[in-house]
């Protein structure tokens, strides 16, 4: 598991981002993972159970949760990791292991008997959720992501644009999948992730007028749907 980070998230106007991104540019510098255009898309499918455990733990805003996803990045299946992002207290720490595309089908298809002996132990740790807690694939949510890093403070600014979900659909390796809008045309989600400290330079940069102080959560957003 990684170290304890701060996260904070917010939604942003349309315009705030266009001037912040431009702002952030001269102190920052783009993510290496990004494409030419600075960007990439992240599609997740998460995990829920049919009572909507980890819904409702972050509605009522529990101090300590877990939450299971499975990412893959522009729709291919390179790279498919597993994670587990925890809240404790006000820190966020994220686990995360590779799995296979065979792998992940299974698990969509509830076969999780392998799951329980494995050498990785976030997929033994899943297989103790899905088997006590019916904790299953419940959505899968795309969006394009915009990723600015700064080394003072470990600092990882993104904008998160196009929200989408495909509701109860998690075939999350069909290009085709039918997806929703989540969001409002005009809103980006802005989220800013540092380990001890956010140095006053970016807290500076960051002191929007209009910036909506609600913790927005993507899966959350998603769910409004079903």
Same mark, same amino acid.
């Given at each position: 598991?990684?170290?304890?980070?701060?996260?904070? $998230?917010?939604? /942003?106007?349309?315009?705030?981002?266009?001037?912040?991104?431009?702002?952030?540019?001269?102190?920052?510098?783009?993510?290496?993972?990004?494409?030419?255009?600075?960007?990439?898309?992240? #599609?997740?499918?998460?995990?829920?159970?049919?009572?909507? +455990?980890?819904?409702?733990?972050?509605?009522?805003?529990?101090? &300590? !949760?877990?939450?299971? #996803?499975?990412?893959?990045?522009?729709?291919?299946?390179?790279?498919?990791?597993?994670?587990?992002?925890? +809240?404790?207290?006000?820190?966020?720490?994220?686990?995360?292991?590779?799995?296979? !595309?065979?792998?992940?089908?299974?698990?969509? $298809?509830?076969? /999780?008997?392998?799951?329980?002996?494995?050498?990785?132990?976030?997929?033994?740790?899943?297989?103790?959720?899905?088997?006590?807690?019916?904790?299953?694939?419940?959505?899968?949510?795309?969006? /394009?992501?915009?990723?600015?890093?700064?080394?003072?403070? &470990?600092?990882?600014?993104?904008?998160?644009?196009?929200?989408?979900?495909?509701?109860?659909?998690? &075939?999350?390796?069909?290009?085709?999948?039918?997806?929703?809008?989540?969001?409002?045309?005009?809103?980006?989600?802005?989220?800013?992730?540092?380990?001890?400290?956010?140095?006053?330079? /970016? $807290?500076?940069?960051?002191?929007?007028?209009?910036? !909506?102080?609600?913790?927005?959560?993507?899966?959350?957003?998603?769910?409004?749907?079903?």
């Amino acid at each position: 598991m990684s170290l304890g980070r701060q996260e904070l $998230k917010h939604a /942003i106007s349309l315009a705030e981002y266009q001037v912040l991104r431009k702002k952030l540019a001269h102190f920052m510098t783009i993510d290496p993972h990004a494409a030419s255009d600075g960007k990439y898309m992240i #599609r997740s499918t998460y995990f829920d159970n049919f009572d909507n +455990k980890v819904l409702q733990e972050k509605k009522e805003g529990y101090l &300590n !949760r877990d939450k299971y #996803r499975v990412r893959i990045y522009g729709k291919c299946d390179h790279v498919i990791n597993l994670e587990r992002k925890s +809240k404790r207290n006000n820190l966020t720490f994220k686990s995360k292991c590779q799995i296979t !595309r065979r792998e992940f089908e299974k698990v969509r $298809k509830s076969e /999780i008997a392998w799951m329980e002996e494995d050498d990785r132990p976030l997929v033994r740790d899943l297989f103790f959720e899905m088997y006590h807690y019916q904790l299953r694939p419940r959505t899968v949510v795309d969006y /394009i992501r915009e990723p600015y890093v700064y080394p003072f403070g &470990n600092v990882r600014i993104t904008f998160d644009l196009k929200v989408q979900t495909s509701m109860h659909n998690t &075939n999350m390796f069909a290009r085709d999948l039918p997806m929703v809008d989540v969001l409002e045309p005009d809103v980006v989600i802005l989220e800013v992730k540092y380990d001890e400290y956010l140095p006053d330079v /970016i $807290k500076h940069l960051l002191q929007l007028s209009d910036t !909506r102080q609600e913790a927005y959560s993507k899966y959350q957003l998603s769910r409004m749907y079903g």
